[in-house]
């Protein structure tokens, strides 16, 4: 095995976070974003909530917005209200109005070890305006030039996009607005400029025209991207056979900029690649292995609130080994570590 | 005579010797004809129409007229996909529906590219429409729609666009019209209404007299069916282009005439160019993607309508 999963996972468990209203319960902690701050390892949990169910009712998480400001409050119908659609699992709809049954925002939980988390009691990011009406996910950290950029998916009734936000602190952070429209997730920062200009792997949709993809684009402020190419596609067999989509920033290595990539396959599993991609040109792929290094094997991966999901988004180095957080199941954070070259000893 | 009363309910007036453009009047073969950007330069009207030739690959011819009534077009396209170089790859199943931006001596074209990698808005340049160079893409994929504005919005060139399938009109803006950002929606789907499932950019935004900007919108309808596409219109805020002031609550033009409603794809009109000549405005738009049609009003008109529909409903 390249990577060792932590003998303390799931590091850390719905049940370890408060929810962030009266009448909402934590329904999942997971897919971390992570990085080290000071003398920390800091991960921005993606927190997931829904409801806390009473007979007869359906109770669904809203947000409500005044003057920029997201204000979580229950809604509830009753079961047998004619005007009420149940959709699915994910969801239901009233007199039109979509609901989904839980909303996520990004919170932080902190380390000394990197294995031994204390969550923050209150949101880190949280829903501020209609355009993040069903919420925060999947948030990415990319230190560059003395500044911590964040990048995350937001959801609303028009899809997901990804917006950025910065902070010096992790006590407070600024919105800069979205960088990527709907549809687009999976979003990784490089670390720094490449030919003068930011790099950032990014997962648009296209629909309906071959898979999911990742592509290359560039930016000469972080604010605006162009230059768009697809450089990884999902290829025949059953790790990749629905989607792939990028991991946390890549890290930087003699031999290439290395990333790690989920990729949804058969029976929607999601296992984990590593690539290599060109310093220079870092829209070209160097290496790619055919097998992932990473699946979901244990029963908090291959159980759970949607099983056979393990997902990274946050990878942190740290003396030659890099510390990779991942969301397992959709429910739990947990850790694997791997030693930087027992990783680049896994391309052809 | 009811047919006449019926061309009354537009508030678009269409000339009567439409279509003015079909499969018939080509001196080549090919499957369709959609979508015409207009543009008046030296005197000439010019129409930028997207053909589809019998393969199933669209590219962009020019058609010219002396007196925006009857067109000539080209026998060569005027912008093909191209079949080398860095765009080949994402142009590789055609482009299309193009609208033209002139900004000083410029003009801009944005198109449609398409290719297994997804629809992207491609950008081309021309000053004399006979030289044309390719400039990039300038969208993520999904993306449809796409215009510029004509002038820049404090110191940035702008964009509206249509993002994947999901019929949302977005607004961004570059230094460069290479580098977007600052996106933000604009409008959306209106419940029930004729612009029910999806909207997008028809034509390039028109700054006017109060300094207002004219947009000229599409709205799709889905029935039972198939999909109804028609013509509306809102104004932009003169400062901030992503507020939407006003937005007719009915279109300006539907499917009705026997060409609109019969074609490759019926009950379909499609607007991508505008000539404005004075007060009046004169409408290319394409129809169930077998001709093209010409329509005339006048801001006058268009203004009175948009305060006229929201009164009255």
């Not at chain 2, 396209?77 to 529906?97: C, L, M, N, Q, V």
């Not at chain 2, 604009?186 to 935004?205: L, T």
Request: proline residues 6%; contains cysteine; aromatic residues 12%.
């Amino acid at each position: 095995m390249i990577f060792k999963r932590s003998e303390k996972n799931p590091l850390i468990q719905p049940a370890d976070v408060k929810p962030s209203a009266v009448g909402f319960q934590v329904v999942g902690a997971f897919n971390p974003g992570a990085v080290a701050f000071k003398d920390e390892i800091i991960l921005l949990l993606r927190v997931a909530e829904n409801c806390i169910h009473e007979k007869g009712k359906v109770r669904v998480p809203v947000y409500t917005f005044q003057e920029g400001i997201g204000v979580p409050e229950v809604m509830e119908f009753e079961e047998n209200d004619p005007d009420i659609v149940l959709k699915d699992t994910r969801g239901v709809v009233y007199k039109g109005k979509d609901y989904l049954s839980s909303l996520s925002h990004i919170r932080l939980a902190r380390s000394r070890n990197g294995v031994d988390f204390i969550v923050d009691d209150s949101p880190f990011i949280f829903p501020c305006s209609s355009d993040e009406e069903y919420g925060i996910e999947d948030a990415r950290v990319t230190f560059i030039d003395g500044r911590y950029y964040i990048n995350y998916t937001i959801v609303s009734g028009d899809g997901w996009s990804t917006a950025l936000s910065v902070t010096d602190d992790f006590k407070s952070h600024e919105r800069l607005g979205v960088i990527f429209h709907p549809q687009n997730k999976d979003v990784s920062i490089f670390p720094e400029k490449v030919n003068g200009k930011y790099i950032a792997l990014h997962r648009p949709n296209n629909d309906g025209f071959g898979k999911p993809s990742i592509w290359y684009s560039e930016s000469p402020d972080l604010l605006h991207w162009g230059n768009h190419k697809c450089i990884v596609r999902p290829r025949p067999g059953v790790y990749e056979s629905m989607k792939v989509g990028g991991g946390s920033a890549p890290l930087k290595t003699d031999k290439g900029w290395l990333c790690i990539y989920h990729g949804k396959g058969d029976n929607s599993k999601y296992s984990l690649f590593p690539l290599l991609l060109d310093l220079e040109e870092p829209w070209r792929v160097i290496k790619r292995p055919e097998k992932p290094v990473f699946e979901p094997e244990l029963p908090y991966e291959t159980g759970g609130f949607f099983p056979n999901v393990v997902f990274t988004n946050g990878m942190v180095e740290k003396d030659g080994n890099i510390y990779m957080y991942y969301g397992s199941a959709d429910e739990t954070s947990c850790l694997a570590v791997a030693s930087v070259n027992d990783l680049m000893s896994t391309f052809p | 005579m009811i047919a006449k009363k019926n061309k009354q309910r537009d508030i678009i007036h269409r000339w009567e010797g439409n279509p003015i453009i079909t499969l018939d009047d080509l001196s080549f073969r090919c499957a369709d004809i959609c979508n015409a950007a207009a543009v008046k330069f030296d005197n000439i009207y010019l129409l930028l129409i997207t053909i589809e030739d019998l393969r199933g690959i669209k590219s962009l011819y020019l058609a010219r007229s002396l007196d925006g009534y009857r067109f000539s077009v080209d026998e060569k396209p005027f912008i093909t996909p191209s079949t080398a170089g860095p765009f080949e790859k994402y142009e590789k199943r055609g482009i299309a529906d193009s609208k033209i931006t002139q900004i000083d001596d410029i003009f801009y074209i944005t198109y449609i590219a398409g290719s297994e990698y997804g629809f992207r808005l491609a950008l081309a340049e021309t000053k004399d429409f006979k030289k044309v160079k390719k400039r990039g893409f300038i969208s993520e994929p999904d993306s449809k729609g796409g215009v510029l504005f004509p002038e820049k919005i404090n110191g940035k060139f702008a964009k509206l666009e249509m993002p994947h399938d999901g019929g949302r009109i977005w607004i961004s803006y570059s230094d460069d019209l290479v580098y977007w950002g600052g996106y933000s929606e604009i409008m959306s789907p209106r419940g029930g209404f004729w612009d029910f499932h999806k909207v997008g950019p028809a034509v390039p935004p028109i700054r006017v007299a109060d300094g207002r900007w004219l947009l000229i919108y599409y709205g799709v309808k889905n029935t039972s069916a198939g999909s109804l596409s028609r013509i509306g219109v809102v104004f932009l805020d003169s400062e901030d282009p992503s507020i939407v002031v006003a937005r007719t609550n009915v279109p300006i033009i539907s499917p009705r005439e026997i060409y609109e409603r019969v074609g490759d794809v019926p009950n379909t009109v499609c607007v991508c160019g505008a000539i404005f000549e004075e007060d009046k405005i004169m409408l290319y738009y394409g129809v169930a993607r077998s001709c093209i049609c010409l329509g005339m009003t006048t801001l006058d008109e268009l203004v009175e309508h948009c305060i006229a529909s929201e009164k009255e409903f």
